[in-house]
């Protein structure tokens, strides 16, 4: 990270008159740190040019150590490989990109990547208005660590960093980043768990394991990855309904194998296994839970319950109001847009839908005020409707719209079938270039529904009960009664997914990738499901007197400059008219 500050350094540390510097600060190091069986190599310098300083430096390391390798950072991959650095042992590389491992494998030097998949944290906009940026670092992560793991040039390489570099003033938090797993109160953020899955020496797919033949034990492939480690030196247990057991197989370090489980019941089609492995030394290692056989769709909710008979169907002037059993639906005559849905009596929605095109934002590296930096939601604007039609058939009432945003124009379909479940298709052409970090349509709620649950498919089959990213949860927009008001340069007593700000929780306001389901409702159980086949995603807000729910056929992560190179290849930019569509399927939720 090249900065002011750095460059400051470097005139300090390449100028002849601080060789004598250089040279102490190096023996001092050496001859203090030498004897840790920990210290495994020596680093010449980080994030500077190399100078006839870095070389001396190099060479009395050498005198004085000549038992471990050395490296050299330049601190910008480009610019390391278009320079010699001597007789360095081991190449590091600094934010090599994806393309890193690849390029690794055909190094004449080892290689490690000194820094690599920075955090989400100079795209502050993002981050402050959806926290599940954290949680969705986690894919690209893991797919870097696999490349590096494959690659038998790369030795491996560094998070920067362990901790967010974030102060709190008497009147004001500044700091260069929120830029580690675990926050300045040291409270894990989401990252965490990715770290240490992601790192894990045991590798399980993440998949339904098959239901064995009757006699036939349940079959798990493991990767142990521990360079010195059999498994069988682990302790293995499973848990299958109310059966428990242990569980050991001979796999040697680096290589493949399988766990044979013996549980007593026949009946395994649908159940739920769980592992986990502890170290000789007692620690948990991982955990992991698989289901046996085929996945079945979680059961549906009163939002699907069927209606009497058909809609009724009443046009006014200003209003268009479909009425089912327990449910009636009011869209504006003028704008296509809802006016109100009624469940049970309850006021389930109040709004939308509404277009947004959400375009990624970044950021510099520099120190930053936190209280000045506001959020990024910003849906379509100024619209417009060229024509409200109205279709009525058995299959259930059609309402098409056609207009346009000062974005995007297109057309929405709105179908009510009998039974009261909303269909939301849409299709707009862009007005804008514009590289979107998130495409979909806004719902508004009224603010009493403020308790949001979720399934989904997730990266991982177990998570912290708080994490973010867990694959079903409930989470309230904002913490409840029983938390205390502190000041603001107090820890806070509860964990990092309840802090929150204007737009609701961290737990709350993130996104959720990939889901099944996810729901508004309120204290009666009024509100509204969405669901889905794991393509779309779903982000909760509070704005105003209103919860707003965004559902994304497009969601990606974020536009940090140093991690977003790894999202390269699934990036959308949008030209002047280019297309964006998907359909949302809806259904309101009775008290």
Sequence with gaps: MQTRRHHQVAQYITTPEYRAATLQHTAEMVRRDRSHPSIILWSVGNEAPWSPNFEASAELIRRLDPTRPRLF??????????????????????????????RAANS????IFDEYCHLNTYNREETVTDPGLRDAWGRKFAAMWEAMVASEGCLGGALWAGIDEVYLLPEREVGWGAWGPIDSWYRPKPEYWHVKKVYSPVRIP????????????ICVPVVNRHDFTNLNELTVRWSLADETGAVTADIPPRAAGTLAIHPRSTELAGQTLELTFHSPRGFLID???????????????????????????????????????????QIDRHTGMIRSVQAGGRTVLVGGPTLMILPLKGGQCAQTHSADIPPLNNACIDWQAESVALHNS?????????????????????????????????RFESLQEVNPRQVGIVLDLPRTCDRLTWRRDAQWSVYPADHIGRVAGEARALRGPEWPEIGPRQRPPWPWPLDQNALGSNDFRATRHNIRSVSLDDAYGAGVQITSDGTQHARAFVEGDRIR????????????????????????????????????QLGAMQP
Aim: no cysteine.
């Design 73 to 102: 950072s330049h601190g910008q991959y480009d610019k390391y490989q278009q320079m010699q650095y001597g007789p360095m042992e081991v190449d590091s590389w600094h934010y090599p990109g994806p393309g890193g491992p690849g």
């Design 108 to 111: 004449p030097r080892p290689v």
């Design 206 to 217: 993440n998949e339904p394991l098959a239901v064995p033949k009757a006699g036939e034990p």
């Design 287 to 329: 955990t992991f839970e698989f289901p046996v056989g085929k996945v079945e769709t979680p059961a549906a909710t009163n939002a699907d319950r069927p209606a009497a008979g058909p809609l009724q169907v009443r046009e006014a002037d200003h209003t268009i109001t479909l009425t089912g059993r327990q449910v009636v639906w």
């Design 394 to 426: 058995e299959q259930g009432t059609e309402i098409e719209v056609r207009g346009a945003y000062r974005e995007a124009k297109g057309i929405y379909r709105l179908h009510i079938d009998p039974a009261g479940r909303l269909t939301i298709g849409y």
């Design 549 to 584: 729910l965004l559902i994304a056929g497009f969601s990606t992560a974020g536009g940090d400059m140093f991690f977003g190179r790894h999202l390269g290849d699934e990036r959308r930019p949008l030209k002047v008219g280019s297309i964006v569509e998907d359909q949302v």
